[in-house]
């Protein structure tokens, strides 16, 4: 509940409730801010998506993200993934993802442990097929925009056109 909302249930509803001799419900109204529970939480926003407190919770339990060392980390990886997606979108098509492809995709991502977790109902299966065949997509297109440089210098060159990337965002 926002501040504003609990300033009109304290100055509007509590008065009018205790002049019409309702003391239980006075009290109910005045310690509604106490007895509230976080569900989700917005964290950023990134290629015209959200990123929430869920997202960060269910890419980190499932092992979606490289690195799933902190909440941090998860959520800028989200972020950057968000980010990247919006620039596949606004590029030349790539060549559609095989289903032998997507398959590789999959053991990969079971052979990291994604399976065992998986174990949780936290994703359905569309939904991960979506998320898998996008993570084909942005390396297919990461080696069309960078696959001609040398392998120290494609490394660089990704991590400042990310930094672009995130500064024209405002997420930095």
């Not at 509230?36 to 339990?61: H, K, N, Y």
């Not at 800028?76 to 032998?100: H, M, T």
């Not at 990310?162 to 500064?167: D, H, K, N, S, V």
């Amino acid at each position: 509940m926002s501040i504003f909302k609990r300033r009109v249930v304290r100055m509007v509803l509590v008065p009018v409730l205790g002049a019409l001799g309702v003391p239980a419900l006075v009290a109910a109204a005045a310690s509604t801010t106490a007895a509230q529970v976080e569900l989700d939480r917005i964290l950023s926003r990134a290629g015209g998506r959200i990123v929430t407190q869920s997202d960060v919770r269910q890419a980190r339990a499932l092992g979606l993200v490289d690195d799933t060392s902190s909440d941090e980390a998860v959520r800028r990886a989200l972020e950057d993934r968000w980010l990247i997606l919006n620039e596949i979108g606004r590029a030349a098509p790539l060549v559609p993802v095989s289903e032998a492809e997507l398959a590789a995709r999959r053991g990969e991502w079971e052979a990291g442990g994604g399976a065992g977790r998986a174990s949780v109902p936290m994703i359905g299966e569309a939904d991960l097929e979506t998320w898998l065949r996008d993570d084909l997509r942005i390396r297919a297109f990461l080696l069309r925009q960078f696959g001609g440089l040398p392998e120290g210098e494609r490394a660089r060159a990704q991590q400042e056109w990310m930094a672009r990337l995130r500064a024209r965002a405002e997420l930095d």
